[in-house]
Nanobody
Framework: QVHLVESGGGLVQAGGSLRLSCAAS????????VGWYRQAPGKQRELVAT???????NYADSVKGRFSISRDNAKNTMFLQMSSLKPEDTAVYYC???????WGQGTQVTVSS
């Protein structure tokens, strides 16, 4: 059974940083395309970043230059490093493994102005 468990969310002031983690079990993420989504109140869930098995990363225009997606295959964990956070980054953040459509439970990120 596949489980994705996120951590690292919280409350941060604008301009601050957070690092989200997503630990996987029941599946090896090293050969998978993985990604992060977010959903703000009253808005649709949006794709934030993706990372291929080959290490190619793509980002939404709104986070380019501020967010960085990565993975640690030995720990079977993916990360989202978020810097220069803005109030509009406030959302619940979800990790995803695209093959099999597996999702984490979400972690709240709140950026105060």
């Amino acid at each position: 059974q596949v489980h994705l468990v996120e951590s690292g969310g919280g409350l941060v002031q604008a301009g601050g940083s957070l690092r989200l983690s997503c630990a996987a079990s029941g599946i090896f993420i090293s050969l998978k395309v993985v990604g992060w989504y977010r959903q703000a109140p009253g808005k649709q869930r949006e794709l934030v970043a993706t990372l291929t098995s080959g290490g190619s990363a793509n980002y939404a225009d709104s986070v380019k230059g501020r967010f960085s997606i990565s993975r640690d295959n030995a720990k079977n964990t993916m990360f989202l490093q978020m810097s220069s956070l803005k109030p509009e980054d406030t959302a619940v953040y979800y990790c995803k493994i695209f093959s099999g459509d597996y999702w984490g439970q979400g972690t709240q990120v709140t950026v105060s102005s």
